[in-house]
């Protein structure tokens, strides 16, 4: 079997970050875990989903990826999917990664953040260190697609225009739900935001089996905060299916010989 450990991570310690593992059994992807938060993922028994709040926490790599191999019969992933700025030297701004991928989706609305020597910073550099202590070195525009052992950075905006077929940045952050549906009361962002999650993970299933997470009723949304631990865990999902099409050969690298940033062909205009 081949694995994929997908990860969304927050830039900062104080934010809770979205975790998951598929892998692959006989000729289908299969989730093994699915979680909002560190703690979440390296716990024992379901995912309370419901939880009054979800905290972040200081990622422990050894520990995640012995959880990892827990899941999938002793065995490491075949690679990691992060969506945050990684790279071989040190980062204190914008890359030729980030460059690049803005010139080719800019214009559709995906252009990227700008990291900087604060976010990810020292958190970034730390992760970036200890999947490589362990065997996961950075994949750059030279290493050829579908390698294994590698830390593959991701970007889930262009990747969802290949998922589900849309020629603009999907809207589903929900932080960015009042510029979306502006002038709109918050039950019905709630309830606009759980049409689009829900979309994603339609498009999620077909490439992913057993994906256990039962978006809530709009009615039982207290708040917008509440949906954050939603995102962050179809964000981690995506991360897993852009290693998917890594490693399948079916994504290309934006970036140089430090830093890349890999989407599905799907969705490439011109390899940079």
Same mark, same amino acid.
Request: hydrophobic share 45%; aromatic share 8%; charged share 15%.
């Given at each position: 079997?081949?694995?994929?450990?997908? #990860?969304?991570?927050?830039?900062?310690?104080?934010?809770? @970050?979205?975790?998951?593992?598929?892998?692959?059994?006989?000729?289908?992807?299969?989730?093994?875990?699915? *979680?909002?938060?560190?703690?979440? /993922?390296?716990?024992?028994?379901? &995912?309370?989903?419901?939880?009054?709040? &979800?905290?972040?926490?200081?990622?422990? #790599?050894?520990?995640?990826?012995?959880?990892?191999?827990?899941?999938?019969?002793?065995?490491?992933?075949?690679? &990691?999917?992060?969506?945050?700025?990684?790279? =071989?030297?040190?980062? @204190?701004?914008?890359?030729?990664?980030?460059? *690049?991928?803005?010139?080719? /989706?800019?214009?559709?609305?995906? %252009?990227?953040?700008?990291?900087? *020597?604060?976010?990810?910073?020292?958190?970034? @550099?730390?992760? =970036?260190?200890?999947?490589?202590?362990?065997?996961?070195? &950075?994949? =750059?525009?030279?290493?050829?697609?579908?390698?294994? %052992?590698?830390?593959?950075?991701?970007?889930?905006?262009?990747?969802?225009?290949?998922?589900?077929?849309?020629?603009?940045?999907?809207?589903?952050?929900? @932080?960015?739900?009042?510029?979306?549906?502006?002038? =709109?009361?918050?039950?019905?962002?709630?309830?606009?935001?759980?049409?689009?999650?829900?979309?994603?993970?339609?498009?999620?299933?077909?490439? #992913?089996?057993?994906?256990?997470?039962?978006?809530?009723?709009?009615?039982?949304?207290?708040?917008?905060?509440?949906?954050?631990?939603?995102?962050?865990?179809?964000?981690?999902?995506?991360?897993?299916?852009?290693?998917?099409?890594?490693?399948?050969?079916?994504? #290309?690298?934006?970036?140089?010989?430090?830093?890349?940033?890999?989407?599905?062909?799907? *969705?490439?205009?011109?390899?940079?």
């Amino acid at each position: 079997m081949t694995a994929v450990f997908g #990860i969304d991570p927050a830039w900062t310690e104080s934010e809770p @970050s979205g975790l998951t593992l598929v892998a692959r059994e006989d000729r289908a992807w299969v989730c093994k875990a699915l *979680a909002p938060s560190y703690q979440s /993922f390296l716990a024992q028994g379901p &995912v309370d989903w419901n939880a009054k709040s &979800v905290p972040g926490s200081v990622p422990d #790599i050894a520990a995640l990826l012995n959880k990892c191999a827990d899941l999938h019969g002793g065995c490491a992933p075949a690679v &990691v999917a992060i969506d945050m700025p990684v790279a =071989t030297v040190a980062i @204190s701004s914008r890359r030729n990664a980030d460059n *690049a991928l803005s010139a080719n /989706f800019g214009s559709v609305g995906c %252009g990227t953040h700008s990291p900087n *020597a604060q976010r990810p910073g020292p958190l970034g @550099s730390a992760m =970036t260190a200890a999947f490589a202590n362990h065997g996961f070195r &950075v994949a =750059t525009s030279k290493t050829p697609v579908g390698e294994e %052992g590698r830390l593959v950075e991701v970007y889930p905006h262009p990747a969802l225009l290949a998922l589900l077929g849309c020629t603009y940045r999907v809207p589903y952050k929900v @932080s960015k739900s009042g510029k979306y549906w502006p002038g =709109t009361s918050v039950a019905h962002r709630a309830a606009k935001l759980l049409e689009v999650f829900d979309a994603i993970l339609t498009g999620l299933r077909r490439n #992913i089996a057993d994906i256990p997470m039962r978006l809530p009723l709009a009615s039982e949304v207290p708040s917008l905060a509440g949906l954050k631990r939603y995102e962050d865990a179809i964000d981690a999902l995506v991360c897993a299916w852009c290693g998917i099409m890594y490693l399948e050969g079916k994504a #290309i690298p934006y970036g140089d010989d430090t830093a890349a940033i890999w989407v599905p062909t799907q *969705a490439g205009m011109v390899s940079a």
